[in-house]
């Protein structure tokens, strides 16, 4: 039997642009998509026994064998002659927007080379799993698989010429409380990317403005990071909201959790992922924080995930 994980991520800026080639900054969180593959049963089987929420791997069961089909191909397997019996569990929870089927991707691209005894890199498993999450995205940029093989804070662009993206590691001088908040919506990615592809060609004049004011932001928030400024960071969230609003990928849910956030004193908050319902992120430094902003969501029937940003093991 072969074994792999992939880490659940939180873009804390630039989804949905960085699909466009401007950067985007990632970080893993500790919780990961666990998978087991093992080899001689009939045809591809899959136990997916993850967590879901309001019935996530139902939603994204289609989207799931299709994605698995399409790693198998990268990974030189045919679908057609394979027999896999595939478990998925870990404990990164199946919300929407925290990477979930990017995670499980790393994790079966892992767990597969570990049953065939491929010995494959994290670059290759990283194009196994950015070709998995085809099925999810439609056109991703590939942050989320990024994110799920390599771990830590990531700066990430697209290279929109087909080559090597650019994929740095960011330290932090220490890690940080967030919390992710989830409406409890289960998003189509799919749909929330191609959504934005067209109206971003229908309408120049209102969104290449929008599209130059995230990477106006992608800057200063890396320096913020990496100086440690998290009020700078919080504000550059609040802005980095602002815009993924007026490209229309709120939510009144999401929303709602950011103002909530806000006003519980989050330093700044977003909606994080594809949008249209998923999950926002709080940057919340300090335990107290933390637990404030994480009740008070709570109290109003919502679920929320305690983590932090820049974990060293992650
Ligand atoms: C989804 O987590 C992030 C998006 O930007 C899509 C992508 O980058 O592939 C919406």
């Known amino acids: 039997m072969g074994r792999g994980a992939g880490f659940g991520k939180v873009i804390l800026f630039g989804e949905h642009f960085v699909v466009h080639g401007i950067p985007g900054i990632v970080s893993a969180i500790d919780s990961t998509a666990d998978a087991e ?6 045809g591809i089987i899959v136990n997916d026994e993850r967590k879901g929420a309001n019935g996530y791997a139902a939603k994204k069961r289609t989207q799931q064998k299709e994605s698995i089909e399409r790693m198998l191909r990268t990974m030189g397997i045919d679908p057609k002659k394979a027999s896999l019996e595939i478990w998925l569990g870990g404990n990164l929870p199946g919300f929407s927007g925290i990477g979930a089927s990017a995670a499980s991707s790393v994790a079966i691209a892992r767990a597969i080379a570990k049953e065939f005894e491929m010995d494959l890199s994290d670059g290759r498993i990283n194009e196994a799993a950015y070709e998995a999450e085809k099925a999810y995205a439609g056109n991703p940029s590939g942050i989320d698989n990024t994110a799920a093989t390599y771990g830590g804070l990531i700066w990430f662009k697209k290279n929109l010429s087909g080559g090597p993206n ?11 409380e967030i919390i992710i908040g ?3 919506i289960v998003a189509d990615t799919k749909e929330m990317v191609a959504g934005v592809a067209a109206r971003k060609k229908n309408n120049p004049k209102k969104y290449n403005p929008l599209f130059k004011q995230a990477e106006g932001i ?6 913020a990071l990496e100086e440690f400024n998290l ?3 919080g504000k550059l969230m609040n802005e980095n909201h602002h815009l993924l609003r007026k490209i229309e990928v709120s939510c009144k849910e999401l929303d709602y959790l950011v103002t909530l956030a806000r006003e519980q004193g989050a330093f700044g908050a977003k909606l994080t992922g594809g949008g249209g319902g998923g ?3 709080a940057l919340t430094p ?6 404030a902003v994480a009740t008070a969501m709570e109290k109003e029937g919502f679920k929320v995930l305690r983590t932090k940003i820049g974990i060293k093991k992650t």
């Open 279 to 281: 999950c926002m992120v």
């Open 182 to 184: 989830n409406t409890g």
């Open 37 to 42: 593959v093992k080899k001689n049963v009939e």
């Open 218 to 223: 992608a800057f200063p928030a890396r320096k």
């Open 231 to 233: 009020k700078k960071v």
């Open 286 to 291: 300090r335990k107290e924080l933390q637990e």
């Open 166 to 176: 650019t994929i740095e590691k960011l330290n932090i001088r220490e890690p940080v």
